[in-house]
């Protein structure tokens, strides 16, 4: 059974853009990296890198240290009944935290094709309107909000 806490990546480059997958599962669904952590005592940051890998074979491990960043923040959010049997009987919400993921220009992307059968690179606001879930719109906003508040120190 699924454990009800979840982490979502937003992958993003310096230029701007996002990575989107299409799940393989629903036709047009598409999102950001998202999984479960393993075991309950799984530190999120893990989880993360882990589902970073198995579905896009980015390994954060080889990035520069601080590529990923907690966003501290979380939702909870129902689960749509088509996947509550993954989880046990009583089990109807998740609790997803937040995390990004900058990579470089050239990041090549290999998809766990059981999971995902298609990807693209997208600006911010394109890949929040192409997005299915409403909570990874928000991500995606706010990490562009990050961004603008970054750089605009950066730039006094």
Same mark, same amino acid.
């Given at each position: 059974?699924?454990?009800?806490?979840?982490?979502?990546?937003?992958?993003?480059?310096? $230029?701007?853009?996002?990575?989107?997958?299409?799940?393989?599962?629903?036709?047009?669904?598409?999102?950001?990296?998202?999984?479960?952590? &393993?075991?309950?005592? %799984?530190?999120?940051?893990?989880?993360?890198?882990? %589902?970073?890998?198995?579905?896009?074979?980015? &390994?954060?491990?080889?990035?520069?240290?601080?590529?990923?960043? !907690?966003?501290?923040?979380?939702? %909870?959010?129902?689960?749509?009944?088509?996947?509550?049997?993954?989880?046990?009987? +009583?089990?109807?919400? $998740?609790?997803?935290?937040?995390?990004? *993921?900058?990579?470089?220009?050239?990041?090549?992307?290999?998809?766990?094709?059981?999971?995902?059968?298609?990807?693209?690179?997208?600006?911010?606001?394109?890949?929040? +309107? #192409?997005?299915?879930?409403? +909570? !990874?719109?928000?991500?995606?906003?706010?990490? *562009?909000?990050? #961004?603008?508040?970054?750089?605009?120190?950066?730039? *006094?």
């Amino acid at each position: 059974m699924k454990i009800p806490i979840s982490v979502l990546v937003v992958i993003y480059k310096l $230029n701007g853009e996002v990575l989107l997958i299409e799940r393989a599962d629903k036709t047009d669904f598409w999102q950001s990296v998202t999984g479960s952590v &393993d075991a309950h005592d %799984e530190v999120l940051s893990s989880a993360a890198s882990r %589902e970073v890998l198995e579905e896009t074979g980015i &390994d954060v491990t080889t990035l520069s240290p601080g590529s990923l960043q !907690n966003m501290h923040h979380h939702i %909870e959010y129902e689960i749509f009944p088509q996947w509550r049997h993954r989880y046990a009987p +009583s089990v109807t919400k $998740n609790t997803e935290h937040w995390f990004s *993921l900058v990579v470089p220009e050239d990041t090549l992307v290999t998809l766990a094709p059981r999971e995902h059968v298609a990807y693209q690179w997208l600006p911010y606001e394109a890949a929040a +309107s #192409q997005c299915f879930s409403p +909570s !990874n719109r928000d991500a995606i906003m706010q990490l *562009l909000s990050i #961004q603008a508040t970054q750089d605009s120190k950066k730039a *006094l």
